[in-house]
């Protein structure tokens, strides 16, 4: 039987029997976990306003004794994002960048990276004076993807080494995670179409923090190259998609 404190998002959160309720949560030391808090519907004092989609908790985890399951003693809320979850749209996007963590499922090797930059973006929902773009939950997949050990590089062309920037008609090679120039295209696998604008929004993305994201350059020609290279990135190397509101396997 162990006790520990971990601070943590929480995903999701159901109920059962009369008091109980499972709560799913991201936090930096177990990635995704499901703990159950017993009598939480009773206990005002163990879980005050704790318990909510959205909400950053210092919790203490214990397990059963046997270890078969972990187990919420107590939380303390540390942050509820009351701004973010007022206005729809940044709600919406929160709720999108929240189910693609928990699709994900980062387990200990990936839990601190994937919980940091899930807190950074709900900060950024939170604080900016202006609503982000509505392709902010579009570029969290992606950064989700390159910080979970799938980082692809749009700096160069992978064979030839020519750079980005003086590439014309540049191509991204799906499977290799890689910038392909058209002289050096492959002829077998998945190949979409990568301007300069586009090699280049998404190679200062891999190296961005949610905060700047902003500033990227979205013109109309990146932000359809942009979409089409990430869905199918993530699509290939997570296993993921969206379908009918949900994140599903592929």
Not at 52 to 71: C, E, I, M, P
Not at 133 to 146: I, M, N
Not at 218 to 223: D, E, S, T, W
Request: proline fraction near 4%; aromatic fraction near 10%.
């Amino acid at each position: 039987c162990m006790e520990l404190t971990e601070k943590a998002l929480v995903l999701k959160v159901g109920r059962f029997r009369e008091n109980d309720a499972w709560v799913r949560c991201l936090g930096p030391g177990h990635g995704v976990f499901t703990a159950f808090a017993f009598g939480a519907a009773r206990s005002r004092r163990r879980f005050c306003g704790c318990l909510d989609t959205l909400n950053l908790v210092l919790f203490q985890v214990g397990s059963s004794k046997r270890g078969a399951y972990l187990t919420l003693e107590e939380g303390t809320l540390l942050h509820g994002f009351p701004a973010l979850k007022a206005e729809s749209s940044r709600l919406g996007m929160a709720v999108n960048c929240l189910k693609f963590a928990e699709a994900v499922e980062a387990g200990p090797a990936g839990a601190k990276t994937a919980f940091e930059l899930l807190l950074d973006s709900l900060q950024v929902l939170e604080e900016s004076s202006e609503p982000p773009t509505d392709v902010f939950p579009l570029f969290f997949r992606a950064k989700t993807a390159f910080e979970q050990g799938f980082g692809p590089d749009f700096a160069a062309c992978h064979v030839c080494g020519k750079p980005a920037e003086e590439m014309e008609s540049g191509f991204f090679v799906v499977e290799k995670g890689r910038l392909s120039c058209a002289a050096c295209r492959p002829t077998v696998g998945l190949c979409l179409p990568a301007s300069a604008g586009t090699a280049l929004t998404l190679d200062r993305l891999g190296r961005s923090r949610p905060a700047e994201w902003a500033r990227l350059d979205m013109g109309g020609l990146v932000r359809r190259q942009c979409y089409e290279i990430i869905e199918r990135f993530v699509a290939y190397h997570l296993g993921l998609t969206w379908d009918g509101g949900r994140f599903r396997k592929v």
